[in-house]
């Protein structure tokens, strides 16, 4: 690992963005201040420093955007045609495309993503967006036999559910909202975005730039404020249709009470601890960058992180050699610092807990191997972590049990693959993994048999829409991308037609 922490700024626009007093909420198009007159500072990570302030919003605040999101989707946003909603979204895709530039430097500084991860997202967020302008002229019920005596005609249709709930994290806005603005404005639904309180801009930022594209006011919604306070008045709006969140299971579990007063449609994407399968015969040359960047990416702070990774005994040596040589090469910076392949952690409390997680290992027995500790000098102020690696990890210990979500990757060994599904198996999560075999049986064999929302085989973390990505146990469920993710914004109506 080497460390860089040059003078750097964000560019004209950002800093425009960025140097606004208050960031209000966005309802019915306009801006307005929280009810209670309260803000929020969101923190740089990079620097320590305090980046912006924003509104505090409320449970009256959230309903003020409630009402708004139900007049639109009432309004005339419901006689808008498919293909005049696609046409919105391939406006849209335009005007994020020519404001990347500016969006990423809001992301990184407010969530210390680096601007080289940033830009690799661009051609992810257009197929997402592609995605989404393809299913607004896609929606089709069916036309069903019957046994009905007579002439009657059955079909079914697909109607927009309502006013969607989105509660949002912090570890990549700009792009994870889209899964949420992509579906409700292909279905025709409207929402209220509730971002994470330690990164919100991007998503007032998106909000903006989707009223300027053409998104009728009302259409797209966002309060910010507290997860107790506006994310919990959200989920427990009588009047909000469905929630589609993403966040840790703890939440989820509270979305899921909150939620009974209307018996809200959920769609829950939550933690996991995948596991990363490396076999014998696997082709080290591609597997030992991808199982790290399977873990490093993001500071470690992605929810399918493969930081369970389990290799084969015969070649843990060469492996774990390899590995952290390879480690040499990320590049630990500032946000802005265009050298920078890792960037902080997104705060002091995650920082801390992920530290602590470097002390729980030890006594667990694992043998930390590079890494475990934070960076000071220049980088003293920010979050910054060493990526961290442990060798000899059982599946009993508590960082393979638990969601760490930094840069911290354990080494677990197995001697056949029967033992590596079992060890894969022995979680409460089930969101991502992966095997890397050049046999093809060996590495089916893996997919079968670990029970888990998405598996890879010789790469780590694609995600397309057109393929789709969900979990399963703790992790959630509610599919992202294919059809099902449209379904989840649709409901089905049969109807009966007496000719
Ligand atoms: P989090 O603490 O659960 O927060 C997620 C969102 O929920 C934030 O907007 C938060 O607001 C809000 N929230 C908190 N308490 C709430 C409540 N009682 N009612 C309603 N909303 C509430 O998660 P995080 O720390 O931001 O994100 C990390 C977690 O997300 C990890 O567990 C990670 O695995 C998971 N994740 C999962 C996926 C996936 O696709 N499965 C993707 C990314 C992340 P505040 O910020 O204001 O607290
Ligand atoms: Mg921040």
Redesign the pocket.
């Known amino acids: 690992m080497t460390t860089t922490q040059p003078d750097v700024a964000p560019n004209e626009q950002a800093q425009s963005f960025l140097s606004r007093d208050v960031h209000h909420l966005l309802i019915d198009g306009q801006r307005f201040a929280a009810a209670s007159g309260e803000t929020?500072t969101t923190t740089n990570p990079s620097t320590g420093e305090v980046l912006a302030r924003f509104a505090a919003g409320g449970a009256s605040d959230v309903d003020r955007a409630v009402l708004a999101a139900r007049k639109a989707f009432n309004g005339p946003w419901s006689t808008w045609t498919p293909y005049e909603r696609q046409a919105l979204l391939t406006r849209i895709a335009q005007v994020l495309d020519e404001k990347f530039e500016e969006l990423i430097q809001i992301e990184a500084m407010d969530m210390g993503a680096p601007l080289s991860r940033l830009r690799n997202t661009k051609p992810a967020l257009m197929k997402m967006l592609s995605f989404f302008t393809s299913q607004a002229t896609s929606i089709s019920g069916e036309t069903l036999m019957n046994g009905i005596p007579g002439n009657v005609t059955t079909m079914t249709l697909k109607a927009p559910v309502g006013v969607i709930g989105g509660?949002?994290?912090?570890?990549?806005p700009l792009n994870?909202q889209f899964?949420i603005i992509g579906a409700v404005l292909a279905s025709g639904c409207t929402a209220v975005l509730?971002?994470?309180?330690?990164?919100?801009l991007s998503v007032l930022r998106v909000a903006e730039i989707l009223l300027e594209a053409g998104t009728p006011a009302g259409v797209i919604n966002v309060v910010?404020?507290?997860?107790?306070?506006?994310?919990?008045?959200?989920?427990?709006h009588p009047d909000v249709d469905r929630?589609a969140?993403?966040?840790?299971?703890?939440?989820?579990r509270?979305?899921i009470e909150?939620s009974t007063v209307n018996i809200k449609k959920l769609q829950?994407?939550?933690?996991?601890k995948s596991a990363d399968i490396i076999c014998s015969d696997a082709d080290l040359d591609k597997a030992v960058p991808g199982a790290a960047m399977g873990v490093f990416a993001n500071s470690g702070?992605?929810?399918?992180?493969g930081t369970r990774v389990l290799v084969q005994r015969p070649i843990v040596e060469e492996f774990t050699r390899r590995l952290l040589e390879f480690m040499e090469t990320l590049r630990v910076g500032n946000s802005l610092d265009d050298n920078a392949t890792m960037g902080p952690v997104?705060s002091e409390n995650?920082l801390d807990s992920v530290l602590s997680y470097i002390d729980i290992g030890r006594n667990e027995g694992a043998e930390l191997l590079m890494g475990g500790q934070r960076l000071g000098g220049d980088f003293e102020n920010g979050y910054f972590m060493q990526p961290s690696v442990f060798g000899g990890v059982t599946n009993k210990m508590r960082i393979a049990r638990e969601?760490i979500?930094g840069p911290v990757l354990s080494i677990m060994p197995f001697d056949d693959v029967d033992e590596a599904i079992a060890i894969a198996n022995d979680s409460e999560y089930g969101?991502g993994g992966a095997v890397w075999s050049e046999n093809l049986s060996t590495a089916l064999r893996v997919v079968h048999g670990v029970h888990t929302?998405t598996m890879w085989v010789n790469c780590y973390g694609y995600i397309d829409p057109l393929v789709g990505?969900s979990?399963t146990k703790l992790?959630?469920y509610g599919s992202?991308g294919t059809t099902a993710h449209m379904d989840n914004y649709l409901y089905t109506k049969s109807v009966y037609v007496q000719l």
């Not at 509660?167 to 990549?172: K, L, R, T, Y």
């Not at 969140?245 to 989820?252: D, I, N, R």
């Open positions: 929020l509660i949002i994290p912090w570890n990549g994870s899964w509730k971002p994470a309180s330690e990164a919100s910010t404020g507290s997860g107790s306070s506006a994310g919990h008045a959200l989920a427990a929630i969140f993403t966040g840790s299971t703890e939440t989820g509270r979305i909150a829950l994407e939550l933690g996991g702070q992605i929810c399918f992180a997104i995650q969601e979500f969101l929302g990505f979990g992790s959630g992202k």
